[in-house]
């Protein structure tokens, strides 16, 4: 099967430290994977090098069979590549102002971007929200409203930094719940977690950095 996304090599380093040296590193399109290892390993590093928020040393970069460079960040992935901080970012407008706010930069017409986030807000359970100030949502409800906000960009390649992490109780059970679903629409799903429930869930492949180098588990 022909790789999502495939690098032949990617290092990076912090001065004279070496955080990792990853080879074939690949991706395939419609799974979902789970990025494990010890803190300082490297996973949220990793993430944001593949979202072109961190420089890294890269060679052989193919997205969707076409080759790229990580650097300069290429448009293309800047549109199909999405990246979920582990504490997302809110803008100050309304939760349904937030999931609208990458469709209207992308020009997507103000009544069209209405529908989809109408229906972006049922898949989340964030409806009854849409007028709410960030400031009134719990953490999960955020997290909730950061992948709706994901997901009506129609990712090709969705990065969630510890979905997980900050929520328990129904919090963490409501959004454990929409991951499969992101994959069932089309997207690569990687997840940098500790979270055993997500480790666990069905047909997620385990990442594992140890030592600069990944393992498939």
Known sequence: MTAMLSIARLTKRYGEHLLFDLQDFRLE??????????????????????????????????????????????????RDIVYVHQHPVMFSTSVAGNIAYGLRARGMPRGEAAGVVEQAMCWAGVQHLRGSAPATLSGGEKQR??????????????LLDEPTASLDGEAREQVLALIPSLTQAGSTVVMACHDRDLINLPDVRRLKLREGRLEEK
């Open 145 to 158: 409203v950061a992948l709706a906000r994901a997901k009506v960009l129609q990712p090709r390649l969705l």
């Open 29 to 78: 399109a419609a799974r979902a994977y789970v990025l494990t290892g010890m803190n300082g390993a490297g996973k949220s590093t990793l993430l944001r090098v593949l979202a072109g928020l961190a420089p890294a040393d890269a060679e052989g970069v193919q997205f969707g069979g076409q080759a790229v460079h990580l650097a300069p960040y290429p448009p293309a992935l800047r």
